[in-house]
């Protein structure tokens, strides 16, 4: 019978699962983690990686493996929301239907300012802006929509614009670092809360970290050619996330889930 690993085909997670082969009874099925998310609590999926805010709202029926994540600390530069009219002046936003970790970071941001604005679930990109005065992107899009933006590929990532082509680009994981100077987490590997995940498995999924991170140029180099970005950003971008859910890291899950009121269980497999 086939273990079925789901799989969300961002250039954020391609470290994860680059090197990682199907077969030997491994079988990946791809999506977006609102997808994914469903598809782990229906049973269609055996291992997923899933939002951390799906996650914590179902830690009674969840259970994350302990020491993987998609997490960051500073700028993500692919959780963006790109507004004309400033922050403080956002009325009106147009949501990815894609994660709902994002959009419930960007209401916890939002509300933290003070700010009532109005939410609508649209599909779509820039054009957006024509309607909305600010629009969620998260994943390949959101990265590929900030490259477009830029002029000059930047030599350093202190010289990447914050309003490229005129358009104000709010990182959403680096308002979160400005407020509590931690990593947020935006997604761990778990499975449903009485199935634990195959030993092997597991080895297996180390093992294809840890390539992926040490052959990251390569990495980088086909998720640069995928979206026909530049290799140099790519692999800066995918040089910043954590993918080890480290203490820090821990510590920045229970902060998101104190903050949207819901309970941190803190309860790992031990594998």
Not at 135 to 152: E, F, K, M, N, Q
Not at 180 to 193: C, E, G
């Amino acid at each position: 019978m086939s273990y079925i690993l789901g799989v969300p085909r961002y250039a954020n997670t391609a470290p994860l699962y680059h090197f990682l082969e199907e077969g030997e009874g491994l079988v990946f099925r791809y999506g977006v983690p609102t997808e994914l998310n469903r598809w782990l609590l229906e049973g269609e999926v055996d291992l997923s990686l899933v939002s951390s805010y799906f996650y914590l709202k179902n830690a009674d029926r969840l259970r994350p493996l302990p020491d993987f994540s998609v997490a960051d600390l500073g700028p993500v530069y692919s959780v963006n929301l790109f507004h004309r009219k400033p922050w403080s002046e956002l009325r009106h936003i147009a949501l990815t239907t894609e994660s709902a970790t994002s959009v419930r970071l960007l209401h916890y941001l939002l509300e933290r300012d003070g700010l009532e604005v109005r939410y609508t679930h649209e599909q779509g990109g820039l054009e957006l802006l024509e309607r909305y005065d600010g629009v969620l992107l998260i994943g390949d899009r959101a990265l590929s929509t900030y490259v477009g933006l830029l002029s000059i590929v930047p030599e350093s990532v202190h010289q990447i614009p914050v309003q490229p082509g005129g358009v104000f680009v709010s990182d959403l994981s680096m308002r979160w670092f400005t407020h509590t100077r931690l990593p947020f987490v935006f997604a761990v590997w778990a499975t449903r809360s009485h199935e634990p995940p195959p030993a092997e498995v597991v080895r297996r999924l180390r093992v294809a970290r840890s390539l992926g991170l040490g052959n990251l140029a390569a990495v980088a180099g086909t998720e640069a050619q995928r979206l026909n970005v530049p290799e140099r950003l790519m692999q800066h971008y995918l040089w910043n996330f954590r993918y080890h859910l480290e203490a820090p890291d821990r510590l920045g899950l229970e902060a998101f889930a104190s903050a949207v009121g819901l309970r941190y269980p803190n309860c790992f497999w031990e594998v």
